[in-house]
Nanobody
Framework: VQLQASGGGFVQAGGSLRLSCAASGLTLSSYTMGWFRQSPGKEREFVAAIGGGSGDRSWYADSVKGRFTISRDNAKNTVYLQMNSLQPEDTAVYYC??????????????????WGQGTLVTVSS
């Protein structure tokens, strides 16, 4: 299994980026896919997740709710994180991750068994 995250970059406050996570070796419908982030000097934190199955359920951290949108394209086996109204505090390395669908709370990092390599997002003020 491989998760390849991409789409990070440098953007000014108020701007937008779309992250992608291309999965190989697994079927998205069997997994809950999540995005986490880690800022310098801080622990990795939950950002968003989308359920397996039909993918009609999603969850967000309070800090990104209303600004970020997670989605997936089963045909491309890819998960996306659309990030709008970016703020300097969103600066972090963003990781995508996968856990078996229905295996527990989506914000629990320890339940995710596959991780991508991370992509850096830098937001300037």
């Amino acid at each position: 299994v491989q998760l390849q995250a991409s789409g990070g970059g440098f953007v000014q406050a108020g701007g937008s980026l779309r992250l992608s996570c291309a999965a190989s070796g697994l079927t998205l419908s069997s997994y809950t896919m999540g995005w986490f982030r880690q800022s310098p000097g801080k622990e990795r934190e939950f950002v968003a997740a989308i359920g397996g199955g039909s993918g009609d359920r999603s969850w967000y951290a309070d800090s990104v709710k209303g600004r970020f949108t997670i989605s997936r394209d089963n045909a491309k086996n890819t998960v996306y994180l659309q990030m709008n109204s970016l703020q300097p505090e969103d600066t972090a390395v963003y990781y995508c991750a996968a856990k078996p669908y229905g295996s527990g709370l989506v914000y629990r990092e320890g339940l995710y068994i596959y991780w991508g390599q991370g992509t850096l997002v830098t937001v300037s003020s």
